[in-house]
């Protein structure tokens, strides 16, 4: 595959309500290409009437289909056509992803659009696969659990990994009886407009599931504000997910799970497999994404005995990431996703400079042709209230701490505030799993980084990176609850049996 012209690609507008693309009733919403700045189109935001319209429709066609009353089967086999369409137009899913985001198209091409399409088959497959329970009881009584879907599902997913991150709702949500509200980012709406059109192609009842562009405070509040919304799933930043639970408390007591912040520890021993190679986990842990993904390895704890020279190894790899448009083949370090965000990279580095920490490498921000990129940042001799060791910086920066032991390793793996990920490289398999179950994280990966291709393992965090999971069974699970039915036999029956 070659690099592609952006202003040749053919987008998506307005939102996708019933089964048809709808241009909004609330105000104008530029979307922008963060490769080179450029207004790719105008959308309207979803206002709180479209709200309603998408609403109402979903839970109506929710009854009238018998979506989640009727054969789970077809649940199923809609949910594996709709993969198979997403595979058939795989390369124009990865260019829509990369006009609007800071995904590179290649890594939209080679994983994110596949790990949509196998998201769709993972729980197409599960629709069937999750029966109730007949509990023990005494003989004049049966007593039976069952699950059902909450109803109408409100998914509000991130700009940083759209279609991935958005599927991983969608998807498990559909399979296990529901309808679904999409709430994108109103900065990378695109690919997931042509995906739910595709679901109609695959079989997916018109008006079951509908995409809504439009902002946080306007869009998404009139959304997990509605009545006929049963359950909201958020991926997203801690401060905006605190508001999300507070509407629901607020508005029905609505059940929520979260997958918020992180600021995910890379923990590197002197005993360490392969240090050239724990280097290149941890460059790409920082760098990928330009930093932007939530379980990025911003902090980087290496034993004292082999700090230097590992630091130097690190150096040295993020120096040669090649910057560029997410529309060329050979970039790897995309974009900062929007001004303000390379604002905020900014000014949190200059605050981790006055609080004492040293620039090792990188540190600066640049415009290339009309884009916001930031240099792969390495800090060093930061204190632990250092901002630039506290914060979440959502970008390509990585903060180093050393270590002589392994209590004080485990001390500076801890974060005050947040415990997603954490990733620890050691050939002593007692150490590995001491310190695996020592950090408080939701996932830990020993000697590796990232979850590659893996949809069983569920995936959230602890802290105030959230609670619930996407992902694996538990993923599809969190869309039922559960009901208990207690059947009392009559005399007659009793003697009978």
């Known amino acids: 595959m070659s690099s592609f012209a952006p202003d040749t690609i053919d987008c998506p507008s307005g939102s996708f309500i019933a089964g048809r693309f709808v241009r909004g009733g609330g105000d104008e919403l530029p979307v922008e290409r963060p490769s080179d700045g450029a207004v790719l189109g105008i959308f309207r935001e979803a206002s709180e009437a479209d709200v309603d319209e998408a609403v109402r429709c979903a839970a109506e066609t929710r009854r009238a289909e018998r979506w989640g009353s009727g054969d789970p089967r077809r649940r199923g086999a809609v949910l ?3 993969a198979e369409l997403v595979e058939r137009d795989r390369e124009y899913l990865a260019r829509l992803e990369a006009l609007c985001s800071s995904r590179p198209v290649t890594e939209a091409r080679q994983r994110d659009i596949p790990v949509v399409a196998e998201l769709l088959r993972y729980y197409g497959e599960c629709a069937d696969k999750c029966p109730g329970e007949v509990l023990a009881t005494s003989h004049d009584a049966l007593n039976m659990v069952e699950h059902e879907a909450w109803g109408v599902v409100l998914a509000i997913s991130p700009w940083n990994v759209p279609a991935l991150l ?14 679904v509200i999409l709430k994108p980012s109103e900065l990378t709406p695109l690919s997931m407009l042509r995906i739910a059109e595709l679901g109609v192609e695959a079989g997916l009842p018109r008006g079951l599931f509908s995409v809504l562009v439009g902002r946080g405070p306007t869009t998404g509040r009139a959304a997990v504000r509605h009545p006929l919304v049963g359950y909201v799933s958020f991926t997203g930043s801690t401060a905006t997910g605190a508001a999300i639970m507070s509407d629901a408390a607020h508005h029905g007591m609505k059940p929520v799970s979260m997958e918020l912040g992180g600021k995910s520890p890379q923990v590197v021993f002197a005993d360490a497999p392969d240090l ?13 994404n330009a930093g932007q993904i939530c379980f990025a390895g911003t902090r980087l704890i290496v034993e004292e005995a082999v700090a230097e020279r590992f630091v130097g190894k690190v ?4 120096r040669g990431v090649r910057p560029g448009p997410t529309w060329r083949e050979e970039t790897d370090l995309p974009p900062i996703i929007s001004k303000r965000q390379a604002d905020r990279i900014e000014a949190l580095v200059e605050s981790g400079r006055a609080g004492g920490a040293k620039v090792v490498a990188g540190g600066e921000r640049f415009v290339l042709d009309g884009g916001q990129y930031f240099a792969p940042t390495v800090m060093a001799e930061l204190g632990s209230d250092n901002p630039a060791l506290r914060e979440e ?13 392994f209590d004080e390793a485990m001390r500076l793996a801890d974060h005050p505030v947040y415990g997603l990920t954490a990733s620890l490289y050691t050939r002593d398999i007692d150490k590995a799993i001491h310190g695996a179950r020592a950090i408080e994280a939701g996932t830990i990966w020993i000697n590796g ?8 393992s569920p995936f959230g965090g602890f802290k105030q990176s959230g609670f619930g999971k996407d992902f694996g069974i538990d993923g599809f699970k969190k869309y039922r609850r559960s009901k208990s039915i207690n059947v009392f036999l009559t005399e007659a029956e009793r003697e009978a049996a």
């Not at 150096?315 to 993020?318: K, S, T």
């Not at 959502?394 to 002589?404: D, I, K």
């Open 315 to 318: 150096v040295e790899r993020l």
């Open 449 to 456: 980084y990232g979850r590659g291709a893996d949809l069983g």
């Open 80 to 82: 594996r056509r709709w």
């Open 393 to 405: 910086i959502f970008g390509p920066v990585l903060g180093v701490q050393t270590f002589r032991g």
């Open 166 to 179: 958005a599927a991983a709702k969608v998807a498990p949500a559909l399979a296990a009886g529901n309808a």
């Open 276 to 288: 050239e190679k724990v280097a290149d986990l941890v460059a790409l842990g920082v760098s990928r």
